[in-house]
């Protein structure tokens, strides 16, 4: 008897949350610039936890209630009243080693909380730095999947969609994916995948153009690359926090 799939859907925007069913569901929340990359740089280097919130006055609280980092951004900004941004750059292991830090941003974080507010109760985290992790976990729990893109204030953008079509083309064996969103992602990156950077250049995406107006291409070039901060970032209890290997 042939065992049934898990579905895998892809949610192109924030705004499409709605139209699938979270609660039984794996959600993995991709932020690809930059979100989701920073989230695995850090605890990758050693962060106790990330306490993920959806305002600046929340991580404002939080940061001087428990004497954490506060950390985010607005529009691609270090958010006034914060100490630092959301570039993975600032976040090195002799910095963040066994600290907390608290994190708002303008898609990602937002992202996490309305896939709470909708009632999922499996939560992780997926960029290019921890495509692996992602992927090993998904194939490993067979269980539906939601590859949520945090998108630009709900406008789908490319690079949070190839890294939803990074995870299929690794991962589609091993489910059902009867979903256009799915099929787009996927297309889109056999067509990027070997150069990544440049498909985002040539494609004139629009937030390659707003972090590069920035001066950020560093930081770019960094969150498209695989496997780089290789931790599985697991959401529970209100905390971010990277998963203990597996035993062997």
């Not at 709470?116 to 999947?145: H, M, Q």
């Not at 064996?173 to 009867?178: L, S, V």
């Not at 969103?181 to 498909?199: G, N, V």
């Amino acid at each position: 008897m042939t065992s049934v799939k898990p579905t895998l859907h892809t949610a192109l925007s924030p705004a499409l949350l709605q139209l699938y069913n979270v609660s039984n569901s794996i959600v993995v929340i991709i932020d690809v610039l930059r979100a989701t990359s920073t989230i695995a740089t850090v605890l990758h280097n050693g962060a106790k936890c990330i306490i993920p919130v959806d305002s600046v006055a929340e991580c404002i609280r939080i940061g001087k209630q428990i004497e954490g980092i506060t950390a985010g951004e607005r529009d691609g900004h270090v958010a006034e009243g914060l100490s630092y941004g959301n570039s993975p750059f600032e976040y090195p292991r002799e910095f963040v080693s066994g600290k907390t830090l608290v994190l708002t941003t303008t898609n990602g974080t937002k992202l996490l909380h309305m896939a709470l507010d909708k009632g999922a109760k499996k939560i992780i985290t997926g960029s290019f730095v921890n495509l692996s992790a992602v992927c090993n976990y998904l194939i490993e729990k067979k269980r539906p999947v939601i590859l949520g893109c945090a998108a630009w204030k709900d406008r789908v953008n490319i690079e949070d969609t190839l890294f939803a079509g990074a995870v299929i083309s690794r991962i589609k064996d091993h489910f059902d994916i009867n979903c256009d969103a799915s099929q787009i992602a996927a297309t889109m990156y056999a067509d990027a995948k070997d150069d990544l950077y440049e498909f985002l250049k040539n494609k004139e995406a629009s937030h390659y153009h707003r972090l590069t107006e920035y001066g950020l291409e560093k930081d770019i070039r960094y969150c498209l690359s695989e496997d780089t901060a290789n931790v599985l970032c697991v959401y529970d209890g209100g905390k971010l926090t990277a998963a203990k290997p597996r035993a062997l």
